[in-house]
């Protein structure tokens, strides 16, 4: 016999799976986008994403609100970082971008990718972003949807955590 | 083209550098590049060259900045009617549909979605300014 409730229940658990799935795609498709365009470098290949904190890395945070509330999370590898910056700000060969423009850059790297993952996985939303924190790694990040991305320059994690889901039924249409 | 009065509004440094770089790479001719760090500086800085000589050609603006957002500037802008011809350009992450369409109602002549290449740029500045 079935049980109602556990079929329920599977049935959601199906639906949050298949909603992450897409999540972890856009997450994926908006860093390569970005990374393309405006950074000169290239996402590789994706996979689960590693243990927070790691050492010797930059993390970066972007809250959003509007249509859905959450918040974005970046974590880096510090030689990445700065292979990266160096890219964005045009640096030439020999010379490296100093540690406060390289956190300027990575707070503009997590910008970048949050606003292209919200437009990407919500195109009818609304969303108003704050401005990027950027830190050393210290603490674990919150756990959510997340992939770790292997970069032509190295290596970054990318997470999102939804606090206020987005309901779909209340967006134009 | 003449040489070029840009205004670039943008909370980020790293992105007015990106910005300014642009301009180079683009090979527009540029005169003089002010730069603010939200929509109230900016203002500022509109109000003051409006006593300038040679007035601004043309404002870049990001949309998520403290103190004062895009939107705000943009709406601030053209509620004087000395600025309400300046055109405004927005370059901003955040492509959706309605917010496109939300500042056009304000009054925004363009909208660049990041990323954005230097060659995008070059266009739509091309198609702003050419309008006039």
């Keep these: ?173 | 083209m003449q040489s070029l009065r840009i205004l670039i509004v943008d909370d980020s440094p790293a992105m007015r550098a990106y910005v300014r770089r642009t301009f180079q790479l683009a090979s527009l001719p540029i005169e003089t590049v002010f730069e603010a760090a939200n929509g109230q500086e900016a203002l500022e800085i509109v109000n003051a060259e409006n006593e300038a000589p040679n007035k601004l050609d043309l404002v870049f603006a990001d949309l998520n900045m403290p103190v004062m957002n895009g939107e705000e500037f943009v709406a601030k802008l053209r509620a004087n009617e000395r600025d309400a011809s300046l055109p405004v350009l927005i370059i901003s992450t955040d492509a959706t549909q309605r917010r496109v369409l939300k500042l056009k109602e304000l009054g925004a002549q363009g909208y660049i979605s990041k990323p954005c290449q230097p060659e995008m740029i070059r266009l739509k500045v091309h198609q702003i300014l050419g309008e006039q």
């Design chain 1, 1 to 173: 016999m079935i049980d109602p409730t556990n079929s329920a229940v599977a049935a959601l658990t199906d639906a949050s799976a298949g909603s992450n799935d897409v999540m972890a795609s856009d997450i994926v498709g908006a860093a390569r986008d970005v990374l393309n365009v405006m950074f000169f470098s290239d996402v590789l290949e994706d996979a689960d994403a590693l243990p927070s904190p790691r050492p010797d890395t930059l993390q970066v945070y972007v809250k959003f609100d509007g249509d859905g509330a959450g918040e974005f999370q970046m974590e880096i590898d510090d030689s990445t970082a700065q292979s990266l910056a160096g890219s964005f700000l045009g640096a030439e060969a020999g010379t490296k971008p100093n540690t406060e423009e390289v956190q300027q850059v990575m707070g503009e790297l997590g910008n970048m990718v949050c606003g292209a993952f919200l437009s990407r996985y919500e195109r009818d939303g609304l969303f108003n972003l704050s401005s990027p924190t950027v830190e050393r790694a210290s603490a674990a990040m919150p756990s959510g949807v997340a992939r770790s991305l292997q970069l032509l320059d190295g290596t970054m994690d990318l997470r999102i955590n939804w606090s206020v889901p987005v309901n779909r039924q209340s967006l134009p249409a």
